[in-house]
């Protein structure tokens, strides 16, 4: 075992130099997106409606509420939405399995957090406009007093406040990569964490090469904690002939580039009725789209919400992805994958690098399909490189994750079998 990292106390001051801090990020953010003008424009936007936030905070503190528990592990979600998705269902399962107690909320909004009265006095001075995240914060470290706490929630402006909170009772923040750190997304900027558990060395250099970075961390290739021994499948046959199309999120269905996309993947099914062809879903669409299609073609599927991705995979014998992190987990399981997208976005995952150009019309799709049953162990083989790339630990991403917290939470630091180094802050573009 590796010496754990010694979790310093926070000096006088740190509530207040951690705002000044977040406020100097929040412009360079908006600087790197804005003119002067609008970034001044949207920067006092957000430090109005933040300074309301704080004064209301402030103003009900007499209100709060005092009750109090302990738990092992408090793992907050990023919103009550996700909790009834239950991605992490099978590492909680693991750790309360292994006898420890784990609470599962959600982070609230601003106003729920005032209409519930969600709030604590913080040890040391904050600024108004960080005063109702710096409450809320206190309130759930002293709520649920975990000796542990896992958060789920990127570029949220309460865990800078979290690890102050925690830190000054000795105990440690770990955030958990819910996907790959890929996106451009402005919230994967915040990296203010005792540890961040990565997917793999893609996640970690795509950290690195931001910009911007917010916080210090120690970044831990974890590999990811939904992928179990499950997607240990073996290769299929390319006589099976089934296509698994992997949907993308409800905002992306709406954008007409993966709309063509979609509609490019039907077209393709219509004029070949001798491939069955299955939807997984994104967890949070209903695929409007592809329910009329399955509706109109007896070999379309759209498989059904409580079918795991798991048991999608070892269905079919080749894969169509468009922007989806799923795309990590089908690899994995050895089968080949098809890149195809007619929007202009970036390729964040590097599937051209690995699968070949991203397949854009019909004859292509097809010359695609014709290439994969030809030489189909090759495909699988490059599905393996890919899995590779993105993922550490393979199919023991959610055991080595249990491993790892247990680690963490007995005070014995990380095992020296797994990767990590320091990420320091990047505060200069």
Request: aromatic residues 8%; positive net charge; glycine residues 8%.
């Amino acid at each position: 075992m590796a010496e754990p990292v010694r979790i310093d106390p926070p000096a006088a001051g740190a509530w207040a130099r951690k705002a000044r801090m977040l406020d100097r990020y929040r412009w360079r953010v908006l600087r790197e997106r804005h003119a002067w003008l609008g970034a001044a424009l949207r920067f006092g936007r957000e430090a109005l409606l933040d300074l309301i936030f704080g004064i209301r905070a402030h103003l009900g503190l007499s209100k709060a509420s005092r009750e109090s528990e302990s738990c092992d592990f408090l793992l907050l979600q990023g919103a009550p939405k996700v909790i009834p998705l239950q991605r992490k269902k099978h590492l909680i399962a693991a750790l309360r399995g292994a006898g420890h107690r784990l609470v599962e909320i959600a982070q609230e909004d601003p106003q729920a957090v005032i209409a519930g009265h969600l709030l604590a006095r913080p040890p040391q001075p904050v600024p108004l406009r960080y005063f109702g995240y710096a409450a809320y914060a206190e309130w759930l470290v002293g709520r649920y007093d975990p000796r542990l706490l896992i958060n789920d929630r990127n570029g949220s402006l309460c865990s800078p406040f979290l690890r102050l909170s925690l830190n000054r009772r000795d105990r440690p923040l770990v955030h958990l990569a819910h996907a790959t750190t890929l996106e451009s997304s402005r919230r994967l900027g915040m990296t203010d964490y005792d540890y961040y558990f990565l997917f793999g060395q893609s996640s970690l250099d795509a950290l690195r090469e931001r910009p911007l970075r917010f916080g210090d961390t120690r970044a831990v290739l974890s590999g990811s904690h939904m992928v179990d021994r499950a997607y240990d499948l073996p290769p299929a046959e390319a006589a099976l002939r089934t296509l698994l199309i992997l949907g993308v999120g409800p905002d992306k269905e709406k954008e007409d580039g993966y709309r063509r996309t979609y509609a490019l993947l039907r077209d393709w099914a219509a004029d070949n009725p001798h491939y069955r062809v299955l939807v997984k879903a994104h967890p949070r669409s209903q695929v409007p789209f592809w329910q009329e299609a399955a509706a109109q073609h007896a070999h379309i599927e759209v498989l059904p919400a409580g079918c795991s991705l798991a048991e999608a995979l070892g269905r079919a014998s080749v894969v169509v992805n468009i922007m989806s992190n799923a795309v990590v987990e089908a690899a994995l399981a050895r089968r080949p994958i098809v890149y195809c997208n007619l929007g202009g976005e970036r390729d964040i995952f590097a599937q051209e690098r690995f699968f070949g150009a991203a397949v854009s019309s019909l004859e292509g799709l097809r010359q695609r399909l014709l290439d994969i049953e030809r030489d189909y162990a090759r495909h699988v083989g490059q599905a393996r490189a890919f899995a590779h790339h993105h993922l550490a630990w393979g199919v023991e991403g959610l055991e080595t994750t249990h491993r790892l917290l247990e680690a963490l939470l007995a005070g014995a630091g990380l095992p020296g079998d797994v990767g990590h180094c320091e990420l320091p802050e990047r505060l200069c573009s």
